[in-house]
């Protein structure tokens, strides 16, 4: 019986091999048997995290979606960087011909999250990215949503084998030892993940200590910082009461993108709206560790001088002044719960966001004069994706989507989601005066996939 | 008194908000300034690494070409992966205005080889590829060459101011411990570094255990294989004796693409033949820390098992047999040495190129009949660059070109040489439903910077 990581390696050569319409005939096959099966699915689902069929179903719609969008990447294939320099002999020194492009690194291992049990999880953004181009995936399960994970899996391994895909392309493994051999492991050549500071710090650390360093594409913790001026608070205050009490309490607050901090001018009446707006019951946490994590966190927060407690039901609100802003309130707290941050000043204000740690978001609600350039710098310097007058917990999965920030948000300079997230799982090569026959067909002289290259300089579509 | 740090932070927001033509301006007034003092760098360079006027002059060519390449490469604008998707009311869930870009990470260390004392020193590659995209640069001198070090800082310093750079832009620090301390500030975003795998990876250790680990880019050690086919041995045996002398010997070995282990098929005059090209005289080597490494590696492989000695005067050459060759040979030995492999099938071939670790470059001797694809993919696997027919020790600066490799190679999916060398110190950026005029001009709607961008998943140039 051969093992995960020996099945991993031996796929690997066929999936370098394979074109791009083979693999994305993998991710259509996986996405259509996902969805033919969203009624178990959705059940398995619920049962493990008390998500809610709607939300649970949308999901699986987000996760199929996106399956079917790396599928149409690949296929239009510029995520190849595929890139020609002619020979030119007249050149000091005389240039050889040189063609690069990107390849799969490997067998990749992908640790899911608990709070997407879909589109974070076994068939999630990571292993689509991972499948697109070419490498084998072996996903560490949730503990959280069990079932449903190796349900997923089998799935996932059905479709694969049903559209040809070679045996070890994918497989799931459980359990905490199994999470820690696998950074490890010789045959891994990349790592991602999802989850929380303390679990994504000590996987980066392992991957950072092996002999042959792996990147590690982890995306840790967020506050999202939101910005309301006093326009905009002064003439969308009601609005924006509501809006803010949906996106904290989104999933019981388990979102990555969760705003967490909240700068509102001196006086607003969005502290009183926002405690009406909660709702009376959330569903329950994700499973004990994040309820714990929860408990300790808020009676923390709460217990912090200059911290007043607006609301404590189902949802937690709490208020305090920027003068009092202190390093300690600056974490996320994982669940429903936001603290808002009273100022007077934009320079305060400005002060106050300059002190943050990186975040996956940050978000400006201003009036309609135009918004001020000292506020979106600082934003756009603290995080990966900057919101004008929205609530940061959608993620649209689309080419220009980026999920990242600097640290902690996340560990590196890529993005899990977006068709951007499959260049995590590449690495360039460049071929040096190739007999045409013996180039990837991305590179050979009559362009035979029909994809978008650099020739010479001169970008062509 | 400011600190270089200080200076580099402050200099940050004004080059983040730099245009490409400011940054371009800056390259070419740093090559201007370099090409019109090139009698007295080379002369001082030449006394301080031996490394003889002709070479010298040639490298200061190729790095003010670098400078320039890189000024148009930033103008072309496509190095920013300009991406929009237009609001989809119609989607579900509807998607909001996406567009995504990258940005300068902020101010990047760079650490100074000793063999490139132009390319891959003060004014090389990195420096080049930071000040492009808007990072402020520190670079840790190499100690070899202290001299030409600071001079060349002063002329990049003062050909900066000139151009309207900001102060901080650029600084230059020296010694062991600040190197050390650069690594670790809190103000230093990213790094890179080209030397040995001791002290690349002892860095690398540093970057990755900050409490906010940053990217480190190391380019470390590497044997860049060749195999020579019995055809390719057959017919162009001399050529390739030849070849293979001038490439090894070339700047007294001390190339990071040197070709340290040759596979031969047995019988080949190759072995006769090398030791007839060799050169009786090179210069010294650079310093004393490369002239003991060298000594020591040398006397250590050349005393292994199966290791015969074909040649030992200015230039070293060995031989074994492929079923001798053992872990202890296939380290690199920085210098003037190379190690021939004899084999019998391309069985043993591939097995022995399977165990290798990575390298910059994999060679390819073969005959006019197609390569072997099998030789072709495990070339491919090991390394960055496969090259056909030539000597690996030529890095041409181009688009196309890459300089990385599996570790120990490179740390990283990144290169080194080549335009997407600025791809390392840039990290991605989404805006939602901005307002035009609060976009970066890269992302507005009329494409003011006239680049190329991915509109509607559509590309444009």
Redesign the interface.
């Known amino acids: 019986m051969t093992t995960v990581f020996e099945d991993a390696a031996a796929a690997f050569?066929t999936m370098?091999a394979s074109s791009a319409s083979d693999r994305a005939s993998w991710l259509r096959a996986i996405a259509d048997t996902l969805d033919a099966a969203v009624d178990e699915l959705v059940a398995l689902a619920d049962e493990e995290t008390h998500l809610g069929p709607v939300r649970l179903r949308?999901e699986v719609?987000r996760t199929t979606g996106q399956l079917r969008l790396f599928a149409?990447a690949v296929e239009?294939g510029?995520y190849l960087?595929a890139?020609?320099?002619h020979a030119d002999a007249a050149?000091?020194?005389p240039?050889?011909d040189?063609?690069?492009m990107l390849?799969p690194?490997g067998p990749v291992a992908v640790y899911a999250a608990s709070n997407f049990p879909f589109a974070f999880s076994v068939a999630g953004g990571d292993t689509a990215s991972a499948l697109a181009v070419g490498c084998p995936v072996i996903v560490k399960a949730h503990p959280g949503h069990p079932l449903l994970s190796r349900r997923t899996a089998q799935l996932v391994v059905a479709a694969l084998a049903n559209a040809g895909a070679p045996v070890g392309a994918f497989a799931l493994v459980e359990g905490y030892e199994a999470g820690v051999a696998l950074v490890q492991h010789p045959v891994i050549t990349a790592a991602s993940f999802t989850g929380s500071v303390r679990g994504g710090r000590a996987l980066?650390?392992l991957a950072?200590?092996r002999p042959?360093?792996?990147?590690f594409f982890g995306e840790l913790g967020s506050i999202n910082p939101v910005v309301v001026t006093k326009d905009a608070d002064a003439n969308r205050g009601a609005e924006l009461a509501a809006g803010l009490a949906a996106s904290f309490t989104l999933g019981a607050g388990q979102f990555c993108t969760k705003p967490g901090l909240v700068f509102v001018p001196r006086g607003s009446t969005l502290e009183q709206r926002v405690v009406e707006h909660l709702p009376a019951e959330l569903p329950p946490l994700l499973n004990d560790a994040i309820a714990s994590g929860f408990a300790t966190g808020a009676e923390h927060l709460l217990a912090l001088d200059g911290v007043e407690v607006l609301a404590s039901g189902a949802a937690t609100v709490a208020a305090t002044d920027v003068a009092a802003l202190s390093d300690d309130m600056l974490t996320e707290v994982f669940g429903p719960l936001t603290l808002l941050v009273r100022y007077d000043s934009q320079e305060e204000l400005l002060d106050a966001l300059g002190r943050l740690?990186g975040s996956l978001t940050a978000t400006l609600h201003a009036g309609d004069s135009?918004?001020s350039?000292d506020l979106?710098?600082v934003l756009?310097q603290k995080?990966?994706?900057?919101?004008?007058?929205?609530w940061p917990t959608?993620v649209?999965v689309?080419?220009?989507?980026?999920h990242?920030g600097?640290?902690?948000a996340t560990?590196?300079?890529?993005?899990s989601v977006?068709v951007?997230a499959v260049r995590r799982f590449?690495?360039?090569?460049?071929?040096?005066?190739?007999?045409d026959?013996?180039l990837p067909p991305a590179l050979r002289e009559a362009n035979p996939l029909g994809i978008?290259r650099?020739v010479d300089?001169?970008?062509?579509?």
């Open positions: 050569p370098l949308g719609g149409s239009e510029s960087e890139t020609i320099d050149a000091a020194p240039r050889p040189l063609r690069r390849r690194l980066f650390d950072a200590a042959d360093p792996i990147p740690e135009e918004p350039a979106v710098d756009a995080s990966g994706r900057v919101l004008f007058s929205g959608g649209a689309t080419w220009s989507q980026h990242g600097p640290w902690p560990t590196s300079q890529h993005t977006g951007t590449l690495r360039p090569i460049a071929f040096q005066d190739a007999p026959a013996a978008p650099r300089g001169v970008l062509r579509v």
